[in-house]
């Protein structure tokens, strides 16, 4: 067991654990939001299908419209119409024209559009006081080209990627399955939101945190509920869990008496690491029970969060093969002094406000108990061991990008 690791040597073992790929499934696409593609997608059709009009206007041959001006209209036979949908059927010739509406195949023998705006119909012809431009004709296949792949295996299927999907003429698609996640809390304190609190007693929030952060870090979690600081208990709990990709564990891993979850991994299982030098969330564990990874989180509400963000949201990204980063960091002008720690990187909350300059002030008291500071900050402000940040300097940001 190694102990006392810095963040990134720690980030890279928890890494290290994603062994084997996840099992690849067909959904429909009004399922797929927020799954992660397990193949390439190539275009099935070119789009547009055809050339094609931007704007609504009337479509002729450019020749026929150099110099018109309001002072000067020239004056075009119409000879008719072609809606989205329904392409005109003749052929547009000297001194024609044919109405178009945006998405509609420009006409063959027209290769120019004038904007309605400039123009005015009078019966069957139409004046334009503008000379007609091709700018405003897209050509076949400008969006899509058949046989392209523009969406790739390990890409996250956003709405606008949905969208994508469904232009390139797939109607289902293949995704890798959610990664289950199991959430185990301990401690003989911790009870369920709506029962009694009894002296002594905390709520437990730390299930329902890690259940909204594997949410939205593409797994499904599994709620194992509590288990009292007695190590048989722990470890019938665990043994019982079923099929999981990765289990989080939080508190049980500090050095106290009743911190069972290190002991029981320690017999039966492998740890393959114990203690982080970072602030929040020291105490944090990595360790293989029968082949299923573990991060054994922190107890504190603050600290068991952080280190999910930082260690278990990259595993599962990894894990899915996602192309995105689980996250990033930017610089911000610190509009409070930051605290920092000897020996250890430091993750203040802070809230991040990004204008002409990115901003990143404290949310208030940075106890890791105090959730708050979780549920109204949008950011990790990161601090090098021993490092500090005044007033006024630039600080290395995470956004937390917690969206449901």
Known sequence: MRTNLSVEEALELVLGEVRGGLKAEELPLREALGRVLAEDLPALVDHPDQDDTAIDGYACRQADTLGASPESPVRLRLIGEAPAGRPFPGRVGPGEAVAVYTGAPIPEGADAVVRVEDTRREGEEVLLFAPASPKDIRPKGDD??????????????????????????????????RPRVGILSTGDEVVEPGEPLPFGGVYNSNAYSLLGLVLEAGGEPVLLGKVEDRPEALLERLEGAGPLDLLLTSG??????????RRVLEERGEVVFWKVKQQPGGPLLLARLGGLPVLG????????????????????FRLQERTDPPYASLWAKALTPFRGAKGKKVFRRGVLALGEEAVVRTTGNQSSGVLRSMAFGNALVVIPPDGEVREGERVEVIPLTFVP
């Open 144 to 177: 899509l080209k058949r046989g392209e792949v523009y969406l790739r295996r390990g890409d996250l299927l956003t709405p606008g990627r949905l969208g994508l999907a469904a232009a390139m003429g797939h109607p289902r698609v293949r995704v890798f399955r």
């Open 252 to 261: 049980g891993v500090s050095m106290g008496a009743y911190d069972v979850v």
């Open 297 to 316: 989180l922190p107890g504190n509400p603050v600290s068991s969060m952080v280190t999910f963000f930082l260690y278990g949201r990259p595993f599962l």
